[in-house]
Protein backbone atom coordinates (compact mmCIF):
# COMPACT_ATOMS: atom_id res chain seq x y z
CA UNK A 1 0.00 0.00 0.00
CA UNK A 2 1.59 2.90 -0.46
CA UNK A 3 2.00 5.47 2.12
CA UNK A 4 -0.70 8.28 0.77
CA UNK A 5 -3.83 5.88 0.94
CA UNK A 6 -2.00 4.44 4.07
CA UNK A 7 -2.11 7.66 5.77
CA UNK A 8 -5.80 8.29 4.99
CA UNK A 9 -6.88 5.08 5.69
CA UNK A 10 -5.24 4.93 9.16
CA UNK A 11 -7.99 7.33 10.66
CA UNK A 12 -10.32 5.04 9.86
CA UNK A 13 -8.93 2.36 11.59
CA UNK A 14 -7.90 3.71 14.39
CA UNK A 15 -11.07 4.58 15.21
CA UNK A 16 -12.27 1.26 14.78
CA UNK A 17 -9.64 -0.25 16.84
CA UNK A 18 -9.92 2.26 19.20
CA UNK A 19 -13.84 1.09 19.29
CA UNK A 20 -13.01 -2.62 19.43
CA UNK A 21 -10.66 -2.08 22.34
CA UNK A 22 -12.47 0.07 24.59
CA UNK A 23 -14.38 -1.01 27.62
CA UNK A 24 -17.16 0.75 28.89
CA UNK A 25 -15.82 1.55 32.21
CA UNK A 26 -17.08 4.70 34.43
CA UNK A 27 -15.09 6.18 36.60
CA UNK A 28 -16.20 6.85 39.73
CA UNK A 29 -14.87 9.67 42.59
CA UNK A 30 -12.69 8.17 44.63
CA UNK A 31 -10.27 9.12 47.77
CA UNK A 32 -7.29 8.73 45.72
CA UNK A 33 -7.94 8.46 42.07
CA UNK A 34 -5.64 6.33 39.61
CA UNK A 35 -3.23 8.12 38.13
CA UNK A 36 -3.30 8.07 33.89
CA UNK A 37 -0.40 6.33 32.74
CA UNK A 38 0.26 6.31 29.16
CA UNK A 39 2.08 2.88 27.49
CA UNK A 40 5.07 2.67 27.48
CA UNK A 41 5.74 -0.76 25.80
CA UNK A 42 4.43 -2.72 22.82
CA UNK A 43 1.77 -4.91 23.75
CA UNK A 44 4.49 -7.45 23.35
CA UNK A 45 5.99 -5.55 26.65
CA UNK A 46 9.02 -4.23 24.64
CA UNK A 47 9.87 -0.44 25.73
CA UNK A 48 9.11 1.96 22.70
CA UNK A 49 11.73 3.98 21.24
CA UNK A 50 9.48 6.84 20.78
CA UNK A 51 7.89 8.28 23.82
CA UNK A 52 6.64 11.94 23.03
CA UNK A 53 6.12 13.50 26.38
CA UNK A 54 4.01 16.58 25.45
CA UNK A 55 1.34 17.86 22.54
CA UNK A 56 1.78 20.95 21.25
CA UNK A 57 -0.47 23.61 19.37
CA UNK A 58 -1.52 26.48 18.97
CA UNK A 59 -5.20 28.32 17.60
CA UNK A 60 -6.78 26.94 14.19
CA UNK A 61 -3.25 25.19 13.58
CA UNK A 62 -3.44 22.22 11.01
CA UNK A 63 -1.32 20.29 12.83
CA UNK A 64 -0.07 19.53 16.31
CA UNK A 65 3.66 18.97 17.52
CA UNK A 66 4.36 16.10 19.42
CA UNK A 67 7.47 17.06 21.51
CA UNK A 68 8.78 18.73 18.10
CA UNK A 69 7.74 15.83 15.54
CA UNK A 70 4.85 17.29 13.09
CA UNK A 71 1.62 15.06 12.98
CA UNK A 72 -1.20 16.47 10.12
CA UNK A 73 -4.05 16.64 11.41
CA UNK A 74 -7.38 15.20 9.75
CA UNK A 75 -8.78 17.90 9.99
CA UNK A 76 -7.60 21.41 11.29
CA UNK A 77 -8.06 22.77 14.93
CA UNK A 78 -10.69 25.08 15.50
CA UNK A 79 -10.48 28.43 18.33
CA UNK A 80 -13.54 29.72 19.07
CA UNK A 81 -14.34 32.38 21.95
CA UNK A 82 -10.61 31.52 23.42
CA UNK A 83 -11.35 27.72 23.41
CA UNK A 84 -9.64 25.58 20.65
CA UNK A 85 -11.47 22.67 19.80
CA UNK A 86 -10.28 19.10 18.23
CA UNK A 87 -11.53 16.20 16.33
CA UNK A 88 -11.96 12.88 18.11
CA UNK A 89 -10.25 11.25 15.52
CA UNK A 90 -7.51 13.21 15.33
CA UNK A 91 -7.14 12.49 19.37
CA UNK A 92 -7.80 9.08 19.07
CA UNK A 93 -4.43 9.14 16.42
CA UNK A 94 -2.56 11.48 19.03
CA UNK A 95 -3.21 9.07 21.70
CA UNK A 96 -3.60 5.08 19.81
CA UNK A 97 -3.04 2.75 21.28
CA UNK A 98 -4.28 4.40 24.48
CA UNK A 99 -7.37 5.98 23.44
CA UNK A 100 -11.10 4.35 22.68
CA UNK A 101 -14.50 6.17 22.20
CA UNK A 102 -17.74 4.58 22.57
CA UNK A 103 -20.53 6.85 21.08
CA UNK A 104 -23.96 6.33 22.14
CA UNK A 105 -26.24 8.78 21.01
CA UNK A 106 -24.43 11.04 21.45
CA UNK A 107 -23.05 10.20 24.66
CA UNK A 108 -19.38 9.73 24.64
CA UNK A 109 -17.39 7.40 27.08
CA UNK A 110 -13.45 7.94 26.26
CA UNK A 111 -10.89 5.94 27.57
CA UNK A 112 -7.55 7.01 28.10
CA UNK A 113 -4.16 5.60 29.90
CA UNK A 114 -6.29 3.37 32.19
CA UNK A 115 -8.99 5.75 33.11
CA UNK A 116 -12.20 7.05 31.07
CA UNK A 117 -14.08 10.29 31.43
CA UNK A 118 -18.02 10.51 30.07
CA UNK A 119 -19.19 13.65 28.19
CA UNK A 120 -22.06 14.54 25.99
CA UNK A 121 -22.49 16.59 22.59
CA UNK A 122 -23.87 19.87 23.85
CA UNK A 123 -22.97 19.77 27.79
CA UNK A 124 -20.75 21.26 29.37
CA UNK A 125 -21.06 18.64 32.61
CA UNK A 126 -18.72 15.72 32.49
CA UNK A 127 -17.71 12.90 34.64
CA UNK A 128 -13.94 12.39 35.19
CA UNK A 129 -11.96 9.91 36.77
CA UNK A 130 -12.06 12.72 39.88
CA UNK A 131 -15.43 12.76 39.51
CA UNK A 132 -17.64 15.63 38.56
CA UNK A 133 -16.51 18.32 36.01
CA UNK A 134 -16.93 20.60 33.85
CA UNK A 135 -15.68 21.35 30.33
CA UNK A 136 -14.68 24.79 29.55
CA UNK A 137 -17.48 24.66 26.81
CA UNK A 138 -19.63 21.47 25.41
CA UNK A 139 -18.53 19.17 22.52
CA UNK A 140 -20.21 19.17 19.00
CA UNK A 141 -20.39 17.47 15.81
CA UNK A 142 -19.93 19.24 12.34
CA UNK A 143 -19.40 17.81 9.09
CA UNK A 144 -19.69 14.39 10.31
CA UNK A 145 -16.80 14.88 12.71
CA UNK A 146 -17.04 15.40 16.91
CA UNK A 147 -15.15 18.49 18.43
CA UNK A 148 -14.03 18.18 21.65
CA UNK A 149 -12.30 21.15 23.65
CA UNK A 150 -8.61 20.06 24.30
CA UNK A 151 -7.41 21.73 26.97
CA UNK A 152 -9.92 20.93 29.91
CA UNK A 153 -10.86 17.32 28.48
CA UNK A 154 -7.25 16.08 28.57
CA UNK A 155 -6.57 18.03 32.17
CA UNK A 156 -9.33 17.37 34.04
CA UNK A 157 -10.29 14.33 32.01
CA UNK A 158 -6.66 12.70 31.83
CA UNK A 159 -4.20 14.63 34.15
CA UNK A 160 -2.00 16.52 31.17
CA UNK A 161 -0.60 19.45 32.42
CA UNK A 162 -1.17 22.13 30.82
CA UNK A 163 1.30 25.24 29.93
CA UNK A 164 1.45 28.15 27.11
CA UNK A 165 3.70 31.47 26.59
CA UNK A 166 3.60 33.33 23.66
CA UNK A 167 0.34 32.16 21.73
CA UNK A 168 1.36 28.41 22.53
CA UNK A 169 -0.17 25.71 24.10
CA UNK A 170 0.98 22.48 25.92
CA UNK A 171 -0.23 19.36 27.42
CA UNK A 172 2.12 17.24 28.95
CA UNK A 173 2.62 13.79 31.07
CA UNK A 174 4.45 14.62 33.94
CA UNK A 175 3.42 17.25 36.25
CA UNK A 176 6.58 19.36 35.95
CA UNK A 177 5.53 19.93 31.97
CA UNK A 178 5.24 23.79 31.21
CA UNK A 179 6.21 25.68 27.61
CA UNK A 180 9.50 27.22 28.02
CA UNK A 181 11.25 30.12 26.26
CA UNK A 182 13.41 27.72 24.66
CA UNK A 183 10.32 25.78 22.98
CA UNK A 184 8.98 29.04 21.51
CA UNK A 185 11.59 29.65 19.31
CA UNK A 186 11.37 25.95 18.02
CA UNK A 187 7.41 26.09 18.01
CA UNK A 188 7.59 29.30 15.60
CA UNK A 189 9.40 27.12 13.19
CA UNK A 190 8.04 23.92 13.13
CA UNK A 191 4.13 25.44 12.98
CA UNK A 192 5.49 27.63 10.01
CA UNK A 193 6.55 24.77 8.38
CA UNK A 194 10.65 24.39 7.00
CA UNK A 195 10.69 23.60 3.50
CA UNK A 196 14.62 22.67 3.94
CA UNK A 197 16.84 21.66 6.45
CA UNK A 198 15.94 18.99 9.61
CA UNK A 199 12.28 18.70 10.67
CA UNK A 200 10.62 16.07 12.80
CA UNK A 201 7.50 13.77 11.71
CA UNK A 202 5.21 11.95 13.22
CA UNK A 203 3.07 9.79 10.91
CA UNK A 204 0.87 6.74 11.86
CA UNK A 205 1.95 3.12 11.48
CA UNK A 206 -1.38 0.86 10.82
CA UNK A 207 0.65 -2.44 11.92
CA UNK A 208 1.17 -1.12 15.34
CA UNK A 209 -1.84 1.21 15.85
CA UNK A 210 0.71 3.95 17.11
CA UNK A 211 2.13 7.39 15.47
CA UNK A 212 6.03 6.84 14.90
CA UNK A 213 8.65 9.05 14.35
CA UNK A 214 10.85 10.04 12.04
CA UNK A 215 13.85 13.04 11.42
CA UNK A 216 14.35 14.32 7.60
CA UNK A 217 17.30 16.62 6.17
CA UNK A 218 16.35 18.84 3.17
CA UNK A 219 19.42 20.12 1.83
CA UNK A 220 19.25 23.65 0.27
CA UNK A 221 19.59 22.00 -3.09
CA UNK A 222 16.39 20.14 -3.17
CA UNK A 223 13.75 20.62 -6.07
CA UNK A 224 10.47 19.25 -6.29
CA UNK A 225 10.12 19.30 -9.65
CA UNK A 226 12.80 16.88 -10.17
CA UNK A 227 13.17 13.43 -8.39
CA UNK A 228 16.10 13.62 -5.39
CA UNK A 229 18.20 10.87 -4.12
CA UNK A 230 18.20 9.97 -0.69
CA UNK A 231 19.96 8.05 2.13
CA UNK A 232 17.96 6.35 4.89
CA UNK A 233 20.49 5.81 8.38
CA UNK A 234 19.36 3.27 10.86
CA UNK A 235 19.93 4.34 14.83
CA UNK A 236 21.88 2.07 17.61
CA UNK A 237 20.34 0.03 20.08
CA UNK A 238 19.94 3.02 22.85
CA UNK A 239 18.73 5.88 20.25
CA UNK A 240 15.35 6.93 18.63
CA UNK A 241 15.25 8.46 15.09
CA UNK A 242 17.00 11.25 16.66
CA UNK A 243 20.13 9.95 18.06
CA UNK A 244 22.14 10.64 14.92
CA UNK A 245 20.98 13.93 13.91
CA UNK A 246 20.34 15.28 17.01
CA UNK A 247 23.68 13.96 18.74
CA UNK A 248 27.25 14.78 18.38
CA UNK A 249 27.61 13.77 14.33
CA UNK A 250 24.55 15.50 13.22
CA UNK A 251 26.03 18.78 11.86
CA UNK A 252 29.00 17.17 10.15
CA UNK A 253 26.41 14.60 8.30
CA UNK A 254 24.21 17.20 7.47
CA UNK A 255 27.22 19.44 6.21
CA UNK A 256 27.86 16.15 3.92
CA UNK A 257 24.39 15.91 2.67
CA UNK A 258 24.40 19.80 1.53
CA UNK A 259 27.63 18.62 -0.68
CA UNK A 260 26.20 16.11 -2.30
CA UNK A 261 22.54 17.10 -2.68
CA UNK A 262 20.91 13.90 -0.41
CA UNK A 263 18.07 13.65 1.28
CA UNK A 264 18.76 12.00 4.79
CA UNK A 265 16.17 10.17 6.40
CA UNK A 266 16.26 8.93 10.13
CA UNK A 267 13.52 6.05 11.19
CA UNK A 268 12.81 4.33 14.31
CA UNK A 269 13.40 1.11 15.25
CA UNK A 270 9.86 0.97 16.90
CA UNK A 271 10.74 -1.21 19.65
CA UNK A 272 14.55 -1.14 21.85
CA UNK A 273 16.47 -3.51 20.33
CA UNK A 274 14.25 -4.73 17.78
CA UNK A 275 17.08 -4.57 15.11
CA UNK A 276 14.74 -3.14 12.40
CA UNK A 277 13.45 -6.40 11.57
CA UNK A 278 17.05 -8.49 11.81
CA UNK A 279 16.15 -11.36 13.82
CA UNK A 280 20.36 -13.12 13.78
CA UNK A 281 22.35 -11.28 16.88
CA UNK A 282 26.22 -10.02 16.23
CA UNK A 283 28.82 -11.98 15.88
CA UNK A 284 30.64 -13.51 18.89
CA UNK A 285 27.26 -12.44 21.48
CA UNK A 286 26.25 -15.68 22.26
CA UNK A 287 27.33 -19.18 22.38
CA UNK A 288 26.87 -21.44 19.51
CA UNK A 289 25.98 -25.14 20.87
CA UNK A 290 24.24 -28.24 19.37
CA UNK A 291 21.11 -26.98 20.48
CA UNK A 292 21.40 -23.25 18.69
CA UNK A 293 18.38 -22.89 16.35
CA UNK A 294 19.43 -21.74 13.13
CA UNK A 295 16.03 -20.54 12.85
CA UNK A 296 15.87 -18.64 16.06
CA UNK A 297 19.80 -18.49 17.11
CA UNK A 298 19.43 -15.12 19.87
CA UNK A 299 16.82 -17.89 21.57
CA UNK A 300 14.08 -14.75 20.95
CA UNK A 301 10.14 -15.42 22.52
CA UNK A 302 7.42 -15.27 19.98
CA UNK A 303 6.42 -12.06 21.34
CA UNK A 304 9.98 -10.46 20.74
CA UNK A 305 10.35 -11.97 17.31
CA UNK A 306 7.01 -10.58 16.36
CA UNK A 307 8.32 -6.92 17.69
CA UNK A 308 11.56 -7.69 15.54
CA UNK A 309 9.06 -8.70 12.77
CA UNK A 310 7.35 -4.91 13.54
CA UNK A 311 10.62 -3.33 13.64
CA UNK A 312 11.64 -4.33 10.28
CA UNK A 313 8.48 -3.16 8.54
CA UNK A 314 8.41 0.23 10.20
CA UNK A 315 11.48 1.37 8.48
CA UNK A 316 9.79 0.57 5.18
CA UNK A 317 6.19 2.36 6.28
CA UNK A 318 9.05 5.81 7.25
CA UNK A 319 10.52 5.45 3.56
CA UNK A 320 6.98 5.69 2.22
CA UNK A 321 5.71 8.02 4.46
CA UNK A 322 8.82 10.20 2.94
CA UNK A 323 8.08 9.80 0.06
CA UNK A 324 5.11 10.82 0.20
CA UNK A 325 5.48 14.22 1.15
CA UNK A 326 8.74 15.08 -1.15
CA UNK A 327 9.83 14.19 -4.46
CA UNK A 328 12.11 10.90 -4.33
CA UNK A 329 14.06 9.02 -6.48
CA UNK A 330 13.32 5.50 -6.11
CA UNK A 331 15.98 4.19 -8.23
CA UNK A 332 18.74 5.94 -6.34
CA UNK A 333 17.88 4.95 -2.30
CA UNK A 334 20.50 4.02 -0.18
CA UNK A 335 20.76 2.53 3.82
CA UNK A 336 23.41 2.68 5.95
CA UNK A 337 23.32 2.23 9.93
CA UNK A 338 25.67 1.95 13.02
CA UNK A 339 25.53 -1.24 15.42
CA UNK A 340 21.85 -2.13 15.80
CA UNK A 341 21.65 -0.12 12.73
CA UNK A 342 24.45 -1.85 11.33
CA UNK A 343 22.15 -5.43 11.83
CA UNK A 344 19.22 -3.90 10.68
CA UNK A 345 20.73 -2.34 7.30
CA UNK A 346 21.94 -6.09 6.65
CA UNK A 347 18.24 -7.22 7.08
CA UNK A 348 16.69 -4.31 4.95
CA UNK A 349 19.26 -5.02 2.16
CA UNK A 350 18.91 -8.43 2.20
CA UNK A 351 14.83 -8.30 2.17
CA UNK A 352 14.36 -5.30 -0.05
CA UNK A 353 16.67 -5.27 -2.32
CA UNK A 354 14.36 -3.41 -4.97
CA UNK A 355 14.13 -0.56 -2.83
CA UNK A 356 17.84 0.09 -2.37
CA UNK A 357 20.40 0.89 -4.77
CA UNK A 358 23.43 -0.33 -2.21
CA UNK A 359 23.85 -0.06 1.06
CA UNK A 360 26.74 0.64 3.78
CA UNK A 361 26.40 -1.09 7.52
CA UNK A 362 29.16 -0.75 10.01
CA UNK A 363 29.76 -1.72 13.52
CA UNK A 364 27.45 -5.03 13.37
CA UNK A 365 28.24 -8.26 11.18
CA UNK A 366 26.00 -10.57 12.36
CA UNK A 367 26.21 -14.28 13.47
CA UNK A 368 27.35 -15.52 10.02
CA UNK A 369 26.49 -19.39 10.63
CA UNK A 370 22.50 -17.97 10.80
CA UNK A 371 22.21 -15.64 7.87
CA UNK A 372 22.18 -16.18 4.19
CA UNK A 373 24.77 -13.79 2.63
CA UNK A 374 24.00 -14.85 -0.57
CA UNK A 375 20.80 -12.64 -0.22
CA UNK A 376 22.98 -9.64 0.19
CA UNK A 377 23.15 -8.81 -3.79
CA UNK A 378 22.83 -4.96 -3.51
CA UNK A 379 26.59 -3.41 -3.87
CA UNK A 380 27.52 -2.97 -0.07
CA UNK A 381 30.25 -1.44 1.97
CA UNK A 382 31.39 -2.51 5.01
CA UNK A 383 32.75 -0.22 7.93
CA UNK A 384 34.55 -1.16 10.73
CA UNK A 385 36.82 0.46 13.69
CA UNK A 386 39.98 -1.55 15.12
CA UNK A 387 38.79 -1.03 18.31
CA UNK A 388 34.81 -1.74 18.18
CA UNK A 389 33.65 -3.44 21.20
CA UNK A 390 32.31 -6.19 19.58
CA UNK A 391 35.63 -7.52 18.21
CA UNK A 392 36.66 -6.49 15.08
CA UNK A 393 38.37 -9.83 14.53
CA UNK A 394 34.87 -11.28 14.88
CA UNK A 395 33.96 -9.04 12.00
CA UNK A 396 36.70 -9.92 10.10
CA UNK A 397 35.98 -13.70 10.10
CA UNK A 398 32.37 -12.93 9.22
CA UNK A 399 33.51 -11.13 6.48
CA UNK A 400 35.55 -13.97 5.29
CA UNK A 401 32.27 -16.34 5.80
CA UNK A 402 30.10 -13.85 4.08
CA UNK A 403 32.24 -13.49 1.09
CA UNK A 404 32.42 -17.09 1.03
CA UNK A 405 28.83 -17.79 0.59
CA UNK A 406 28.53 -14.87 -2.38
CA UNK A 407 27.75 -11.58 -0.42
CA UNK A 408 28.14 -8.60 -2.76
CA UNK A 409 30.33 -6.71 -0.52
CA UNK A 410 32.22 -4.33 -2.66
CA UNK A 411 34.93 -2.88 0.12
CA UNK A 412 35.49 -3.42 3.89
CA UNK A 413 36.87 -0.05 5.12
CA UNK A 414 39.21 -0.35 8.00
CA UNK A 415 39.11 2.64 10.23
CA UNK A 416 42.13 2.45 12.33
CA UNK A 417 41.53 3.20 16.41
CA UNK A 418 38.11 3.95 15.80
CA UNK A 419 35.53 2.64 18.70
CA UNK A 420 32.49 1.02 18.17
CA UNK A 421 30.47 3.81 16.18
CA UNK A 422 33.16 6.00 16.25
CA UNK A 423 34.00 4.49 12.46
CA UNK A 424 31.18 5.73 10.35
CA UNK A 425 31.32 9.63 11.12
CA UNK A 426 35.15 9.05 9.91
CA UNK A 427 34.58 8.14 6.69
CA UNK A 428 30.66 9.47 5.75
CA UNK A 429 32.21 11.40 2.46
CA UNK A 430 34.13 7.64 1.32
CA UNK A 431 30.85 6.47 2.32
CA UNK A 432 28.58 9.16 -0.04
CA UNK A 433 30.98 8.71 -2.64
CA UNK A 434 30.01 4.68 -2.54
CA UNK A 435 26.55 5.61 -2.81
CA UNK A 436 27.75 8.02 -6.01
CA UNK A 437 28.87 5.46 -7.80
CA UNK A 438 25.59 3.18 -7.69
CA UNK A 439 23.33 6.43 -9.09
CA UNK A 440 20.96 5.35 -12.06
Same mark, same amino acid.
Given at each position: ?17 ? $? ?18 ? *? ?8 ? @? &? ?20 ? =? ?16 ? !??? =? ?27 ? #? ?35 ? #? ?8 ? /? ?18 ? +? /? ?38 ? +? ?19 ? %? ?11 ? /? ?5 ? @??? @??? #?? &? ?16 ? %? ?20 ? =? ?5 ? &? ?33 ? %? ?5 ? %????? &? *? ?17 ? !? ?37 ? $? ?8
Amino acid at each position: MKKSDLVRKSLILASALC $LMAAAPVFAQAAEEPAVPAV *STTSPNGNAY @C &WQPAAIFYTENADRVLLDYYAY =MLETPLVTTDGVTFISLN !DLA =MLYAPDFAVINEDGKLTLTHAGVSAEIAL #GETAATFYTGEGELEAAPYEEGGMIYVPIKSLLTQGF #GKTYGERNGF /FGLGNAPEFEVTSADVYNLK +M /FFRGKPVGKSYWAYYNEEVNRLESVIVYIPSTYDENVPNK +MVVQLHGASGNSASIPDGANG %PALMKAAEEYGYI /FMWPEAY @CRL @CNF #GM &WVQPAGQLPITDETDPQN %PAGHSPEKLEDIRLSGDNVQIA =MDFVESK &WNIDEKNVFIMGISMGGCGTWYQAATYPERFSAAS %PSGAFVE %PEFFD &W *STITIPTLYVGGTEDRNGF !DLMLRAYDIAMSQGANIVDFIVVGGAPHGGEWPQVINET $LDFFEGYLE
